[in-house]
């Protein structure tokens, strides 16, 4: 099924959900684990910049003294296409060899699907939400799902509210399934997040990380400014999400690639 993107006024210019300019994007590379460094709409970046300033020169400090800080698992998520779960998910595709490159290295390469990929996934299996292709928030790099520094688990089983083996599929009110756990960070951006433009949005979802940007709410922003007089992007890789994925699955050469099938196959062999 085809799904229409939605438009949306971003500093007085339109932007097709999922279809962001690849001059609009920006990566923070701050805490960045296991190579995801996700992309987001450069005015979300400088709030989450002024987040880490006012954390560090303010001290604030955990449960356990800790320099409160944060890591982000996603970000601008582009629209993709029908079909991209299959794609992505079949022995050929560039999906499957990251998540086997996963598995058998132990390096998490992140979130690096599409609105479709991951909306058809939710379809199939039932498990974490995901809206309409071309309605969700990661698809103008507005929302982030993010949660305490460090994070040593994935995100089902740290700081959500996701059960295992409960459909999330039929949600269509809050969170029935029980209190939504966040960690420290969550709970503290659920807390301060107004005062630099941040909502937390996951609680029709179960979702403890999920918390979107409006640059119109963002007291912290001060006067605002155009893409073209920002000019703080001093280490920024404007490559297109799109294109990061597709140079991490070049990297992967043929050999490898067999090797994983290989491997993935005497693992099934196993297991059957």
């Not at 438009?7 to 007085?12: H, R, V």
């Not at 800080?69 to 996603?74: A, H």
């Not at 039932?126 to 929302?143: D, E, R, V, Y």
């Not at 301060?192 to 979702?207: A, H, P």
């Amino acid at each position: 099924m085809e799904f229409t993107p939605l438009i949306k006024k971003l500093d007085n210019i339109e932007y097709t959900n999922g279809n962001m300019p690849d001059d609009t994007l920006r990566q923070l590379s701050h805490n960045v684990r296991n190579n995801n460094n996700p992309y987001m709409y450069y005015q979300t970046k400088g709030s989450l910049e002024r987040i880490i300033k006012y954390l560090y020169d303010n001290k604030i400090v955990n449960s356990n003294g800790q320099q409160l800080d944060f890591t982000l698992e996603s970000g601008y998520r582009p629209l993709g296409k029908p079909g991209d779960y299959e794609r992505l998910s079949s022995k050929t595709g560039p999906q499957f060899y990251l998540r086997a490159l996963e598995a058998n290295t132990g390096i998490d390469f992140g979130d690096d699907t599409t609105q479709y990929y991951t909306y058809e996934l939710w379809l199939k299996e039932q498990k974490n939400f995901a809206m309409n292709p071309g309605t969700s928030m990661h698809g103008w790099g507005i929302a982030v799902d993010i949660y305490e520094y460090p994070k040593n688990k994935r995100p089902e089983y740290y700081g959500g509210g996701f059960i295992p083996g409960k459909s999330q599929k039929s949600i269509t009110g809050p969170w029935k399934n029980g209190p939504i756990k966040q960690d420290e960070f969550q709970k503290w951006l659920k807390e301060n997040g107004s005062k630099f433009g941040w909502t937390w949005k996951g609680l029709d979802y179960g979702e403890a990380w999920h918390f979107e940007y409006d640059e119109n709410n963002d007291p912290s922003r001060g006067p605002k400014t155009t893409l073209e007089t920002n000019n703080n992007a001093i280490n920024f890789n404007l490559k297109p999400k799109e294109l990061n994925f597709k140079r991490k699955v070049e990297t992967i050469t043929n050999k490898k690639k067999q090797e994983i099938v290989d491997w993935i196959n005497g693992i099934e062999k196993k297991i059957k």
